[in-house]
């Protein structure tokens, strides 16, 4: 058994506490020592009360451990206010108890939670809570509908362990949700959960703004986007860097990590994956069921995942949802920072950088920079136009456009005949200069794609355009260093 | 410059023409069928409550009966007779129970709202009598909901509707007189269901405009009231019927 395996599965661990207490209980005659067992959580008697500690994210409450099921009393805020979706992007959230996603709630099973949710005066509209983790209609909507201003009481007991979401559930319940209001209530078995070194709350969550991705000043709210699922922003703990740089969460080599991972939605179910580690243990949907040695595991909207690891080498890791262009494009984009001794058996960096010329040094490289080296040949004709067009075509154009200009149905317009192409030379030009994204009629055909802007010279779109222009029946135009020229510079 | 303009527009009502229009919620969703009435152009404001309070004390804060208004019962006045030194006398009042409201109104002579009513009259622009379709008229309205502490900025500033009635939105919620009759439950998913036929509505399944998001929260919120509530962001105006037939 490695050390990773003795530090997870804490079975020795836990006994030995068993023991530890059992002899303290024995010492203190008067404290009943019957380890009842009640087949029915809802028999399990409550034992004094006690205010419950909620953490904002991606902290978490102090572990439950071995206390006995109490009458918990959870107070939470509800307050409407400003904050900032990313760098100059304001956005009003709904929170419970002022953050996105909203406090973390821990419980034991058997517990009987005596929720108190609070509408803060100054909110425009009222709400509610449904936490998953009740049993009863509505999950405690029903009961827990408030004005501004006003304060609702209702009480539930804790009848199943797991991680469980909550939220809002008032009309328009997929606006209340796309607005921040959902969190995360776990309920430990009896006993506790095993114990590791650090804990931490993520919740993924789905915005939808008027303004496209990165649109400055206050966003409002777009329920047709939302209703397309067509989210701007999927994000950690409600904001684009919410957990990276200063905001990263921490660990050193060799410690384990638990991540309650929780998925508010309102739309989009998450591929949760951290980049280089391995998840050792997966209570899969926060559930019973344990996977392990998981690579990336799937968090339902409304659902949760507890993750558990051991970090063995140092460095950054990067946490996703590996629907990938999420990540890099819209938020869903956070960091663990693991600090100690590398382990070059575990992982050994970069050893070399070697050079490697395939096909010798004639092979075209990549240009690095946004500056755009001029081809170092010009054309002298229109054959050799053709020619040189013709490679550029190959290396640059081939893949989405085809060998005969035929694009691809559906994704990629052709080039072969194309009354867009013909009709207006310099709208081409500027298309393989700045790129092309939304949507073009080609052919009595629409196409919604995205073409980038591509890295060839002046010369070389020449080339191309005019390799493109007298090929597969197009108007057999010639494309010259100079027209492109005027094109660029037109802006 | 708010008071002459009230005393040079006869009594400070313009006429709304009824007609039949299907709200949001309907009563079995269908049409409904508004008669003639005259409306408040501005909402009541807090000089207006003051003079009221002067000459009807039973609706001074320290005199209220519990019953109808709870402990937020003009909780930004200083006294019974004062406001707060930070409020506007020709902001709208606020922290007003439906009851206060309704006698408000009836003092004037007046009455409350329906839902209807307001419904019909608020769903006009500046331009229009009907501009629900209109992308332009839910974004402002929804501009609002994102705009903290409406409640303090004073009536009138907002341009009329094509009634000629200012501040339907843009600065606090109006109690209308049968507030509670469409419900939106706590557990607002199960509205749909028939148990809630006790209430003459019920939320997203039974909606006839389920992009009309603004409105929603509009119902949302009277179904979140009790008539003894005093809140922040809601006041009222009143309206009484048309001698017009």
């Not at chain 1, 804790?158 to 009309?171: F, Q, R």
């Not at chain 1, 069921?289 to 890791?317: H, R, S």
């Not at chain 1, 949802?321 to 575990?346: C, P, Q, W």
């Not at chain 2, 200083?78 to 006698?103: C, G, H, M, R």
Request: aromatic letters at 10%; a neutral charge.
């Amino acid at each position: 058994m490695t050390l990773k395996h003795t530090l997870l599965k804490t079975k020795p661990f836990v006994l030995s506490i068993k023991l530890i207490a059992s002899v303290l209980l024995l010492m203190t005659a008067c404290i009943s020592n019957d380890k009842k067992e009640y087949e029915n959580s809802a028999d399990i008697p409550v034992n004094r009360e006690m205010l419950a500690e909620l953490t904002s994210p991606p902290n978490v409450p102090t572990p439950v451990g071995k206390r006995k099921a109490k009458k918990l009393i959870v107070k939470m805020e509800i307050l409407e206010k400003e904050g900032e979706m990313t760098d100059g992007v304001k956005y009003i959230y709904w929170t419970f108890g002022g953050t996105v996603p909203g406090s973390f709630i821990r419980t034991r099973v058997g517990d009987e939670v005596e929720f108190h949710l609070q509408n803060h005066p100054n909110n425009k509209l009222p709400h509610n809570i449904d936490l998953h983790a009740v049993t009863g209609p509505g999950g405690g909507a029903e009961s827990s509908f408030v004005a501004p201003g006003h304060e609702k009481v209702f009480s539930f007991k804790t009848l199943n362990p797991g991680l469980y979401v909550y939220h809002c559930a008032t009309a328009p319940v997929g606006m209340h949700i796309a607005n921040g209001m959902y969190g995360l209530i776990l309920v430990e078995p009896e006993g506790g959960l095993p114990l590791v070194d650090k804990e931490y709350y993520i919740m993924q969550g789905d915005f939808y703004t008027k303004g496209a991705n990165g649109e400055r000043g206050l966003q409002p709210f777009d329920m047709q986007k939302a209703v397309d699922e067509k989210a701007d922003y999927v994000v950690f703990n409600g904001k684009v860097g919410a957990l990276t740089g200063d905001n990263a969460i921490t660990a050193k080599v060799g410690e384990t990590v638990r991540l309650f991972v929780g998925n508010g939605g309102p739309g989009l179910v998450s591929s949760f994956h951290v980049i280089g580690e391995i998840f050792d243990r997966v209570h899969v949907e926060g559930g019973d069921l344990i996977n392990e040695n998981v690579q990336t595991t799937l968090i339902p909207a409304g659902g949760t995942a507890m993750i558990e690891f051991k970090v063995d080498v140092p460095g950054t890791f990067i946490l996703v949802d590996h629907s990938i262009f999420r990540a890099f494009n819209k938020g869903a984009l956070g960091m663990l920072k693991v600090e100690g001794e590398k382990d070059k058996k575990i992982y050994s960096g970069e050893i070399r950088d070697d050079i490697y010329l395939p096909e010798g040094p004639g092979i075209q490289s990549m240009p690095t920079t946004g500056e755009i080296i001029a081809s170092e040949i010009p054309a002298k004709s229109f054959e050799e136009q053709m020619e040189f067009g013709k490679q550029a075509y190959m290396q640059t154009c081939f893949a989405c456009h085809q060998a005969e200009g035929q694009g691809v149905p559906n994704a990629f317009p052709p080039l072969a005949k194309s009354d867009y192409l013909n009709a207006d030379v310099d709208r081409a030009i500027g298309v393989v200069l700045h790129g092309k994204t939304g949507e073009i009629t080609v052919n009595g055909q629409k196409y919604n794609s995205v073409m980038t802007r591509q890295m060839l010279s002046s010369d070389e779109i020449a080339n191309v355009l005019t390799y493109v222009y007298n090929s597969w029946g197009n108007s057999k135009k010639v494309v010259t260093k100079a027209m492109v020229e005027k094109v660029k510079n037109s802006k | 410059m708010i008071q002459p303009l009230l005393f040079a527009q006869s009594k400070g009502m313009v006429s709304i023409k009824g007609s039949r229009y299907i709200p949001l919620y309907g009563r079995d969703s269908t049409v409904v069928e508004v008669k003639n009435f005259e409306i408040d152009i501005y909402p009541v404001t807090n000089a207006d409550f003051v003079s009221f309070v002067k000459k009807y004390p039973k609706w001074q804060k320290s005199k209220v009966i519990k019953l109808f208004a709870d402990k937020s019962y003009l909780t930004n006045w200083k006294n019974d007779l004062q406001l707060k030194d930070s409020e506007k006398p020709d902001s709208p009042v606020t922290y007003i129970s439906w009851f206060a409201a309704k006698d408000y109104c009836e003092c004037q002579g007046k009455r409350l709202p329906t839902i209807d009513e307001w419904e019909y009259v608020a769903m006009a622009d500046e331009t229009t009598k009907d501009a629900r379709v209109k992308a332009s008229y839910n974004k402002q309205i929804l501009a609002w909901y994102e705009a903290p502490r409406s409640n303090e900025n004073k009536i009138g500033e907002h341009p009329k509707n094509v009634w000629g009635v200012h501040d339907l939105h843009g600065l606090v919620w109006e109690w209308t007189l049968d507030f509670n009759s469409v419900l939106i439950t706590g557990e607002s998913r199960k509205d749909g269901d028939k148990d809630s036929n006790l209430f003459c509505g019920s939320a997203a399944v039974n909606a006839t405009d389920l992009m009309n998001y603004a409105a929603f929260m509009r119902y949302a919120i009277r179904g979140s009231l009790k008539a003894k509530y005093s809140m922040k962001n809601l006041g009222f105006r009143c309206v009484k019927d048309s001698d017009l037939k």
